[in-house]
């Protein structure tokens, strides 16, 4: 079955870094446009970042544009979220995604969730 295995959370303080790992199974990986999303404590679930199957087109939600960068390598089958300028509303749980569907942006639905790794940022 598809497993989505996401990586690389921790603590971090604010203006720091944090790299994010997805490594994903069980499917054919370049089929897929992958994303990440995050949800904080009381919350709703929401976009972060997005790739088209082969990394070339990318989506940002507008408050981590220029900070974070999504790439992915389909010989490993992993997607990355790279990190910066961490501010601490940034903190929550961050999950990995993969959908079959076209249309980069904040309507998209995906199919197929990891089990979240939390990121949090000290002030």
């Known amino acids: 079955q598809v497993r989505l295995v996401e990586s690389g959370g921790g603590l971090v303080q604010a203006g720091g870094s944090l790299r994010l790992s997805c490594a994903a199974s069980?499917?054919?990986?370049?089929?897929?446009?992958m994303g990440w999303f995050r949800q904080a404590p009381g919350k709703e679930r929401d976009v972060v970042a997005q790739?088209?199957?082969?990394?070339?087109?990318?989506y940002y939600a507008g408050s981590v544009k220029g900070r974070f960068t999504i790439s992915r390598d389909n010989a490993k089958k992993m997607v990355y979220l790279q990190m910066n300028s961490l501010k601490p509303e940034d903190t929550a749980v961050y999950y990995c995604?993969?959908?079959?569907?076209?249309?980069?942006?904040?309507?998209?639905?995906?199919?197929?969730w990891g089990q979240g790794t939390q990121v949090t940022v000290s002030s």
């Open positions: 995604a993969a959908t079959t569907r076209s249309g980069l942006g904040a309507k998209l639905a995906f199919d197929y």
């Open positions: 069980g499917l054919v990986f370049n089929y897929y446009a």
């Open positions: 790739t088209n199957w082969s990394g070339e087109v990318s």
